[in-house]
């Protein structure tokens, strides 16, 4: 059963729901002439074979979004790429890879996969943070810090904070979980980075 056959790769709108036994891959390449979108197809086959081991699947699914893309000041590329949810809804796991491509051109890819619960997470990946609704239905996320604010689209239960917002390991952060109608539904304080149950 070939994976191509299963590669519908749905590339969504602007922008981790992570489990504590969810697993995490990191990965350094070479320059090469891949595009992130490339890299993140192969990303998801290489999840779609660990979600079969891990459930049993015989076909898992490969599909995926994009949730965000930024370019730090220093010219690196950052993309997230996260489960399309349509596709998972018969499956335990969601994932996510993020992808990120130096000046130059050298590739770091972050992948990690878990099933949802009602925490919320913050996760440094290098210069930025992924972060994850779980599996409340919050549309949009709003993240203060120092006084400053700033609201995110979730996609697929994800979002992409970068710089000035990802503070660092000791920076307090408020995340405001937002309805459709841009109303609060819940509330959580980090420090750093981590989990969180909203209240």
């Known amino acids: 059963m070939t994976r191509a056959r299963r ?89 996510f890879y993020v992808d990120t491509e130096a000046p130059s051109g050298r590739v770091l890819g972050s992948s990690g996969c878990g099933e949802p619960t009602d925490q919320v997470v913050l996760d440094r990946d290098g210069a930025v943070l992924v972060g994850s609704v779980g599996n409340w239905p919050s549309r949009s996320v709003q993240l203060e810090i120092g006084g400053a604010s700033q609201v995110y689209a979730v996609t697929g239960g994800y979002f992409l904070v970068a710089p000035p917002f990802v503070g660092d390991e000791t920076s307090a952060f408020t995340l405001t979980l937002l309805d459709d109608a841009g109303l609060s539904i819940g509330e959580a304080t980090f420090t750093g980075s981590g989990a969180a149950t909203p209240k």
């Open 7 to 95: 590669g519908l790769t749905l590339i969504g709108a602007l922008l981790v729901t992570l489990a504590a036994a969810g697993c995490v891959r990191t990965e350094g390449r070479a320059p090469n002439a891949q595009t992130d979108a490339q890299r993140a197809n192969a990303a998801f086959e290489r999840i779609a074979d660990d979600i079969e081991e891990k459930e049993g699947m015989a076909d898992a699914p490969t599909a995926h979004l994009l949730a965000g893309k930024v370019r730090l000041g220093d010219g690196t590329r950052v993309s997230l790429w996260v489960s399309d949810p349509v596709v998972f809804a018969g499956v335990r796991s969601r994932c």
